[in-house]
């Protein structure tokens, strides 16, 4: 069986996953200095490699900026940052993502996704698009919104592989668990069907390489999502 070897976190982590949330909380604000290594030891009880070995992951990921014979001062993350720091971010609060994180992710997917249908629509053959009608199929007959969404995130990974941009499906992959989770959002209060509805009348503007139809589809149901945060947020 498949079971495998349950890891704790090391104080190392504790002690980043610590400073990440006093950052994203506004605890510590962008530019404020910390205390010395020596006092961090002593205030949380771990030893001086723990937290130099924190503090260097923390600039690896953007939150801080270590500058020799100064000190360490917290970063704007949000030019600083990485992956990982969206990693963090996505995890704060329990994975409860907030307004402007959300906002923010369904921004970014609106423009992603815009290109996406363009390149598909300039560069996928017929065989190609056809591709995706059995996995369109497949939301229509889910099990339930969860299965739906997993679904839906399938279509639209196949779309970015067909788009011939390398990026893309990586990038689309790297927001995986929080496109599903907002799909799932979405089945639960509009129903599988009203979802599957979405997808069928955008394969078909793909089918007929239309590029405005689709673009202007895949604007409208973010603005949609976007204009009801509420039902998204944690």
């Known amino acids: ?14 002690f980043v996953r610590q400073v990440e949330n006093m950052i994203l909380s506004g605890e510590l604000d962008v530019g404020e200095q910390l205390p010395a290594a020596r006092e961090l030891s002593a205030r949380m009880g771990v030893s001086r490699p723990v937290i ?14 270590i500058h020799p014979r100064k000190g360490v001062f917290v970063a704007d993350y949000r030019r600083k940052g990485t992956l990982e ?3 963090a971010i996505m995890r704060y609060n329990g994975g409860a993502m907030r307004q402007n ?18 390149l598909v629509i300039e560069h996928a053959a017929d065989e190609e698009l056809e591709t995706l009608r059995p996995i369109l199929a497949g939301i229509e007959t889910a099990s339930d919104h969860e299965d739906a969404a997993g679904r839906v995130f399938h279509f639209h990974h196949e779309m970015a592989v067909l788009s011939g941009n390398t990026l893309l499906p990586l990038m689309y992959y790297s927001f995986r668990p929080e496109s ?3 799909w799932s959002l979405f089945c639960k209060f509009s129903g599988v069907q009203a979802l599957y509805e979405i997808k069928r009348n ?5 089918i007929r390489r239309d590029v405005q139809d689709a673009q202007t589809q895949t604007r409208d149901v973010m603005n949609r999502a976007i204009a009801n945060l509420s039902i998204y947020c944690g």
């Open 1 to 14: 069986m498949g079971f495998t070897k349950i890891n704790a976190l090391s104080l190392t982590d504790l």
């Open 52 to 65: 130099s070995a924190g503090l260097v992951e923390l600039e690896k990921m953007g939150f801080v900026e």
């Open 85 to 87: 720091t969206l990693v």
């Open 101 to 118: 994180e959300v906002r923010s992710l369904l921004e970014t997917r609106s423009a992603l996704e815009c290109l996406c249908v363009r």
């Open 180 to 182: 599903v989770h907002l």
């Open 202 to 206: 955008l394969f078909d503007a793909l």
